[in-house]
């Protein structure tokens, strides 16, 4: 299998973007640092395994997949034989 190509949606970038400056504004740089490394994690194990996602909901043609990559982030995405295509990032108990 060759190797898979990553895309993020426009609106999955921007609310991580939005995620990891409020972090280091709110809880310091070490917390987005660490917040910005959890995510990065994820999307390797999600690179070696795309069927590792916790199986959410099936589209007509995609099935939506989710996987805890930070104890208060959720990543959503589907994937098809070439591309992960990341689509959100879901929080949980963030006061923005």
Known sequence: MAELKVIWT???LVVFQKTVYWYAANLGIQF?????KN??????????MPTVGQL???GKDKKYRSILSHPLCRIY??????EIHI??????????
């Not at 987005?32 to 910005?36: I, K, M, Y």
């Not at 995510?39 to 070696?48: G, N, Q, R, Y």
């Not at 959100?88 to 108990?93: A, D, G, I, T």
């Open 56 to 58: 959410e909901k099936r």
């Open 10 to 12: 426009n609106r999955a």
């Open 39 to 48: 995510v990065d994690e994820a999307m390797c194990k999600i690179l070696l």
């Open 77 to 82: 995405y589907w994937y098809n034989n070439t």
């Open 32 to 36: 987005a640092v660490t917040f910005a």
């Open 87 to 96: 689509v959100w990032l879901r929080f949980n108990k963030m006061n923005k």
